[in-house]
């Protein structure tokens, strides 16, 4: 076999490799003698078919056969035996091949980087750090007995106000005509909860226990029933008594009702959430402050077609969103064309680019991997998110390859980073809780790169909420 390199710019490589007449002949003959062992030709006994009648009935398919195989390991040979490590697939065209002479095929490839190694000691980094105050334990205490309020009815009679709790009956009609959904009886309608659609709720401010309310609207066109989306309706709706919101009290019972032993059982288990959930908060920003750091460190070539890959799939996503929320994506990029928001996403892509290879040669060098228990609970994580489907949800992950690598990912990242952290100087910082949730000053285009994600994995759907009645705003 014959290498000649004929380019080197950066990381782009081309060669031009040949194999010579005696090797393809060779590799042909040796598996024509293989099929001989196995193909059944009439008269002949298995391995006993001549030679020259296996290579007119099968020379074809075995020579594209040969052919595959030939530039597949001879090219992987000419990258193994440089010691260049492949980013993409080559690209590879097969310029001169005749049958009696010689195979002649040339590779374009790009080749990953040489990582340098750093000293991670020298890295220095503030985690932030905060108290949960007895304050923001009554905040979530009290939140949680809004949520199982009661209500008792208004002994004094008055009209309607907003707030109040009205028990109705209604039939609502579209053209004269009752659609589904839109009848019920002693119903209980918080007034200005906005849960009924725009308009409902209004009209009956001011109406008192007994009365008869003609309540008139119209469906948003964007409503979820389409045969009710833009229609304007009419609603009789009879007030049959107005209640006021009592909320629970704070006490060892509502506590119980929580599932907890006691009052005091139950600030402790809300104070190890939010510790909780400020740790993880705490870690986020350490965790970005090294990307932010590694970034600063590393300024090797990435090679073009992984930033290309990157910059597709988050383009993708950014069209989606505008799709979907044209007003943020206007009121992030403005008036730009897109040609300048690629730009800004082409410098995000390569970044997350950079940053990967560098963890990914953190982790090879220090053999780090992902264990079966670590997978096993993310799994079991996920399946949480799906009450009632968590067979389906950890059957889909062991027969999918792709969502099974995706879950793998963030696990193995973690874990290089957790390494990465430990060998670290990392320094306490106490602060509140507001400066703890609040975004720190960044340059925008890292401010972007950490804030975009990559695009979501396909996976089980969720089972769908039950329907509300027709009346109610989707």
């Known amino acids: 076999m014959q290498v000649t390199e004929t380019k080197t710019e950066g ?5 031009t490799i040949v194999v010579p007449v005696a090797d393809i002949e060779e590799r042909v003959n040796s598996r024509l003698k293989e099929l001989s062992g196995t ?9 006993k078919v001549p030679a020259a009648m296996l290579k007119k009935r099968y020379g074809d398919s075995v020579m594209g056969e040969v052919l595959e195989k030939t530039v597949s390991e001879t090219s992987f040979q000419a990258m193994n035996d440089r010691g260049l490590r492949p980013a993409l697939q080559p690209k590879v065209e097969i310029t001169k091949f005749e049958e009696g002479s010689d195979l002649e095929y040339t590779i374009a490839v790009e080749v990953m980087p040489d990582i340098e190694a750093v000293e991670y000691s020298g890295i220095k980094l503030e985690r932030r750090v905060a108290e949960v105050e007895d304050s923001v334990i009554d905040e979530t205490l009290q939140r949680m007995a809004e949520g199982s309020k009661s209500s008792e009815p208004i002994a004094k009679a008055r009209k309607s106000k907003k707030g109040d709790i009205a028990v109705i009956d209604f039939v609502g009609k579209v053209d004269g005509e009752e659609f589904p959904g839109g009848k019920a009886d002693g119903y209980h309608l918080e007034l200005g909860s906005s849960s009924f659609i725009p308009g409902f709720e209004d009209q009956l401010i001011g109406a008192k226990p007994g009365d008869h309310v003609e309540v008139k609207v119209d469906f948003p066109k964007e409503y979820g029933a389409e045969n009710l989306a833009g229609k304007a309706a009419v609603f009789d709706v009879d007030v049959k008594e107005l209640r006021t919101s009592v909320p629970a009290v704070i006490d060892d019972e509502f506590a119980t009702k929580a599932g907890m032993e006691s009052l005091d059982a ?12 400020y740790k993880s908060i705490g870690r986020m920003h350490l965790k970005r402050s090294l990307l932010d750091r590694l970034s600063e460190m590393y300024d090797f070539e990435v090679p073009e077609g992984l930033i290309d890959q990157e910059l597709e799939a988050i383009w993708t996503q950014f069209e989606e969103q505008r799709k979907q929320n044209p007003d943020a994506v206007k009121e992030e990029y403005g008036d730009k064309s897109d040609d300048d928001i690629k730009a800004e996403l082409r410098e995000i892509s390569e970044r997350r680019i950079r940053l ?7 982790g090879q060098s220090n053999s780090i991997k992902v264990t079966q228990e670590d997978i096993n609970r993310a799994i079991m994580a996920e399946a949480r998110n799906y009450p009632g489907q968590e067979q389906k949800v950890v059957e889909f992950y062991q027969s999918n390859a792709e969502a099974m690598n995706s879950l793998q990912a963030p696990l193995l990242e973690d874990r290089v980073v957790d390494f990465m952290l430990e060998l670290a100087t990392v320094t306490d910082k106490t602060m509140s809780r507001e400066e703890l949730m609040a975004e720190p000053e960044e340059a925008p285009a890292k401010k972007k790169a950490a804030a975009k994600k990559a695009p979501a994995k396909k996976k089980p759907a969720k089972k769908a909420p039950a329907k509300k009645p027709a009346a109610k705003k989707e």
């Open 11 to 15: 990381l782009k490589r081309d060669f």
């Open 39 to 47: 193909v059944r030709i009439p008269g002949f006994r298995p391995g």
């Open 266 to 277: 139950l600030k402790k288990a809300v104070r190890d959430e939010h510790e909780r959930e």
């Open 356 to 362: 990967g290879l560098v963890l990914a040669e953190v």
